[in-house]
């Protein structure tokens, strides 16, 4: 991995010298880690004009479970308690006779930014953007193995819950069990909190497990995500609890998995993200739920929950291969429930087969 890091900072040296810095602060802790491997709390990356260096708060600063730094990169840690990693970056950088500076300001608070430009006054700082995102959103095949993983996980925890009673249980139990088994099977942990929802709750987007129990006649929604080596993939089914579903439940279910089906179609090289999210958000509007379904169609993932592109009305931009996006279309009836059906995918080129599922656990209306 480390030719493969190296090659990453060299992309964004190119850009940082392409807007006229000789080098780069990267302080966010996931484009730290994409960078360089690894990223203790706190840690930021120096892309200096001599060495590039990892700058720690402290020689025992715990490393992320999954995570180790590139072998390339020299390991500097602060001598003195409660330093600021990247005000002794801008510092060092000085030392390395730098005159520019690159930094996210989009991540770092105005006190900080002043802590720079105080300890290195005559240190040009640029404002870096959003240049390691942008390189973060195509994913190389080692990091698509990662999610690809991460989705056995999530599938298999799931497989597992439903085979067990759930009639009785409350959301909160059915939600530690499956950030349990997650753990069990592999993950570092849980990529988020993992959502249950019951009855009149299900469907709803974010919704925090309560300890309200599971009923016979429920919608059961679920959206759990792990995570390996760094890499968050997600998935979101919906179920019914008894025999036999109630009309309203089967045809909501139906016009949901059919938005869903819809924008995993629309997922090929050179759709725009705009595209994606119109082919989910007809199917519903057109059914009179344009006040009733979720804000957006999906999202990509990787080293965070939510990454860029965005599946929205107002994205812009277009789908890449290699791109991991997750389909999320969904209902929510106030006082009744709904449908939450979420896939994460990888965008292929119709050649290569089309987009790849990573998560595949059916998608068949099961009742339990």
Not at 140 to 156: G, N, T, V, Y
Request: net charge negative; proline share 5%; aromatic share 4%.
């Amino acid at each position: 991995m480390a030719e493969v890091y190296a090659a990453r900072r060299a992309r964004l040296r190119e850009r940082c010298h392409a807007g006229g810095s000789a080098g780069a602060l990267v302080s966010r802790a996931a484009n730290v880690r994409y960078l360089a491997g690894a990223a203790p709390r706190g840690a930021v990356l120096l892309l200096g004009k001599r060495e590039d260096l990892l700058v720690c708060a402290g020689p025992d600063d715990r490393l992320p479970e999954g995570s180790r730094p590139d072998e390339a990169l020299r390991v500097h840690a602060l001598s003195a308690p409660g330093g600021d990693p990247a005000v002794a970056a801008a510092d060092l950088a000085t030392a390395q006779g730098a005159e520019s500076l690159a930094v996210e300001e989009h991540h770092l608070t105005v006190a900080r930014h002043r802590a720079i430009g105080s300890v290195a006054p005559r240190l040009r700082l640029a404002d870096l953007g959003g240049a390691v995102e942008q390189l973060r959103v195509v994913k190389d095949e080692e990091e698509i193995a990662c999610l690809r993983i991460a989705a056995e996980i999530a599938d298999q925890a799931l497989g597992e819950l439903l085979e067990s009673i759930l009639v009785g249980r409350t959301e909160r139990h059915l939600a530690l069990e499956l950030e349990r088994r997650l753990v069990d099977h592999g993950a570092d942990g849980p990529a988020f909190a993992t959502a249950v929802a019951t009855g009149p709750h299900s469907g709803r987007r974010g919704h925090r497990p309560t300890d309200r129990r599971v009923e016979e006649g429920d919608f059961l929604s679920v959206c759990l995500g792990a995570v390996y080596r760094g890499y968050r993939c997600e998935i979101g089914r919906t179920f019914v609890i008894g025999t036999s579903p109630a009309d309203w439940q089967i045809e909501l279910y139906d016009l949901v998995f059919a938005a869903q089906r819809a924008g995993r179609e629309a997922l090929v090289p050179g759709a725009a993200y705009r595209d994606v999210d119109r082919a989910a958000r007809q199917v519903l509007d057109s059914a009179g739920y344009a006040d009733r379904r979720f804000e957006l169609t999906g999202h990509g993932v990787g080293l965070e929950n939510e990454e860029e592109p965005q599946l929205g009305p107002a994205a812009m931009g277009k789908l890449d291969a290699c791109v991991p996006v997750t389909v999320e279309p969904g209902v929510h009836l106030p006082g009744r429930g709904g449908v939450r059906i979420d896939d994460t995918l990888v965008v292929r080129p119709e050649a290569d087969g089309g987009p790849e599922l990573l998560t595949i656990t059916t998608k068949e209306l099961l009742a339990l």
